[in-house]
């Protein structure tokens, strides 16, 4: 079992920052690519930042320049940094990850219970 914890988001002002964490534990034998998403109520869910194992990284184009994705691999942990917050990046983001328990098993994708991150004066 590999469980995917997200923790820092909260109530931010429009213009604000937060950081966002999501540690991976269990059983990893290796974590190849990491990710965080969002799903606003009525809507489906979106890739917002994707970093592979080498550190190639991938944007949402809402949110390039503003947010940035990195990874401590010795700590099977995900961030975001989120700057120059907008109320339209108000929901929940769900961090993801595909982990390999053993070494010669299949990678399979894990999701994160998600956090909610609200934009609002």
């Known amino acids: 079992q590999v469980q995917l914890v997200e923790s820092g988001g909260g109530l931010v002002q429009p213009g604000g920052s937060l950081r966002l964490s999501c540690a991976a534990s269990?059983?990893?034998?290796?974590?190849?690519?990491m990710g965080w998403y969002r799903q606003a109520p009525g809507k489906q869910r979106e890739l917002v930042a994707r970093i592979t194992s080498d550190g190639t990284t991938t944007y949402a184009l809402s949110v390039k320049d503003r947010f940035t994705i990195s990874r401590d691999n010795a700590k099977n942990t995900v961030y975001l940094q989120l700057n120059s917050l907008k109320p339209e990046d108000t929901t929940v983001y769900y961090c993801n990850a595909d982990v390999r328990s053993t070494r010669y098993g299949p990678y399979r994708e894990v999701w994160g219970q998600g956090t909610l991150v609200t934009v609002s004066s």
């Open positions: 269990g059983s990893i034998f290796s974590i190849n690519a």
